[in-house]
């Protein structure tokens, strides 16, 4: 069942395999102790223990509450998926606006994943108003990072001229260096790009 419940979650964007590992921790009674004495990680693992059902059932609005608990004592990962769950509206009532505020926050602490997502929430005018040059400085920000979803949405700016001016060698260059660390979607595009070529 966690399985599934990974699926769902990494299908929307917001969960990377690193923190997808982190969240494997379950539930017991030492890790509920710390989450009550207001320990920020233990109430961030304790989040995913109910999110995901893990060692608990499965409990969606209890695991956004924990994660509420360690945002709000600055977790930036608790802040990153708090947004997640408000964006998504699970365990809570979708609010994009709140999301972003909450991806910022997470971003202002150098969260590659809220990075990108509130590059994205700029791109696209979701909870806040569009602006593409401002998602590319979010993106810029986590492709410092060698983050390679935010190379690869780096390389779509370049590409399509989305908040930048239209830069084919910059944007292969960002999907270069996104494939040289195995990711798929840039694999992708660059194979395309060659087919169209020519090459």
């Not at 917001?14 to 921790?25: F, H, I, P, S, V």
């Not at 239209?166 to 798929?184: E, N, W």
Request: aromatic letters at 12%; charged letters at 20%.
């Amino acid at each position: 069942m966690v399985a599934s419940g990974f699926a769902l979650v990494s299908a929307c964007g917001w969960l990377t395999e690193g923190w997808a590992q982190r969240a494997g921790a379950a539930f017991n009674d030492e890790l509920q102790a710390k989450a009550e004495s207001g320990d920020a990680d233990a109430q961030f693992q304790l989040g995913n223990c109910y999110f995901f059902g893990l060692g608990v059932p499965k409990k969606q609005i209890d695991g956004v509450k924990w994660y509420r608990k360690a945002a709000e004592q600055g977790h930036a990962e608790a802040q990153f998926n708090l947004g997640g769950c408000l964006y998504q509206g699970y365990g809570v009532e979708p609010n994009q606006v709140e999301a972003a505020r909450w991806w910022r926050k997470s971003a202002g602490q150098n969260f590659s994943p809220a990075l990108i997502s509130l590059g994205d929430c700029y791109l696209h005018g979701r909870g806040v108003e569009k602006d593409e040059k401002e998602a590319v400085h979010w993106f810029q920000m986590a492709a410092d990072q060698d983050y390679p979803p935010a190379l690869h949405r780096l390389g779509n700016c370049y590409l399509q001229g989305t908040g930048v001016d239209r830069d084919i060698v910059q944007a292969m260059r960002c999907y270069q260096k996104a494939a040289d660390s195995k990711y798929q979607p840039s694999i992708e595009v660059l194979h395309k790009l060659e087919e169209g070529s020519g090459g």
